[in-house]
């Protein structure tokens, strides 16, 4: 799904998936484990053959929080007030592949009649977003934001699980519970134009609250 801002341009994809619509690129997606990042490269696919898929693995960031807001710059984010902070983690990314590594996937599929050809990523020491821990009087949640802006959120195929699609802060939003898990996830540009992707989400905690917290982001 494309997600676009308030002048109709397309700044982000959300897919949703479950395990009901699960093909062998979507294996390889699930099965990643925190720290890798695969090139796939797919000659079935009608468009978009070749795709960079991660699961970035959070690292403990030991500094203080004013530190790691300089470490984002120029990145201009919003965060939560009337919190408190817990813990702090930072998530580095991976190099792309380079286009003549892109080429040796496509030559391989063709002369082995393999469909679907995989490569590790390298990873590197960009930080491509944060996750921190909050507390406050309302509960517990974690609050994400990524400088990435194509996402994958597995769903639950249980009767309990919903997503609803609405508006925050004049960006569009998801709101998904899945599991007793309650997440929120939107794109908003900052002061720079950069887009950021944010997420906030707790399994003991509403939507509401989860709204309430966004109200007070500066």
Sequence with gaps: MQIKNNRGDVIGKIQFYSHQNEDKVNQIISELRPGD???????????????????YAATNWDQDFGSLKEKLSPWQPLFPTLSKIQSMQVYYGFDNLLSHEIDEMIEESKRTGVNVVVRDLKPNRTIVGVNISYHSDQGTFTFRIFGTTKSRIQVSDSEDSKIDHFDVRGNEAFYILSDGHHQLIWLEEDLNGKVLQYELMGRDISKEVLLNIVASMM
């Design 37 to 55: 990042g695969k090139a796939i490269y797919n000659a079935g696919a009608i468009d978009n053959k070749f795709s960079q898929q991660t699961n």
